[in-house]
């Protein structure tokens, strides 16, 4: 299983942007897919994950400006982030959970400054 992540950046506070995140390989139909972030510094946290089912958890810091989807025919996570603050800047992970095996994306940069 591999998962490749795309669409960060460098946005302006209050900005945009919409992450997205393609898993390939046999993976088990039932799984959780789910955005990480780790800011230089600090560790990795949890952003936001959504269950094959549709079912979210969301950070508190990320409740009302970050939406998570996904595609299940695609096998694909997506995180719509709006009103970006400089404290998003972050590099974004992507994880899979399924059963008890856990995948990592390689990590996409979102850096938000004016």
């Known amino acids: 299983v591999q998962l490749q992540a795309s669409g960060g950046g460098l946005v302006q506070p209050g900005g945009s942007l919409r992450l997205s995140c393609a898993a390939s390989?046999?993976?088990?139909?039932?799984?959780?897919m789910g955005w990480y972030r780790q800011a230089p510094g600090k560790q990795r946290e949890l952003v936001a994950h959504i269950t094959s089912g549709g079912s979210t958890n969301y950070a508190d810091s990320a409740k009302g400006r970050f939406t998570i989807s996904r595609d299940n025919a695609k096998n694909t996570v997506y995180l719509q982030m709006n009103s970006l603050k400089p404290e998003d800047t972050a590099v974004y992970y992507c994880?899979?959970?399924?059963?008890?095996?856990?995948?990592w994306g390689q990590g996409t940069q979102v850096t938000v400054s004016s």
């Open positions: 390989g046999s993976i088990f139909r039932f799984n959780v």
């Open positions: 994880k899979l959970n399924v059963l008890r095996d856990v995948y």
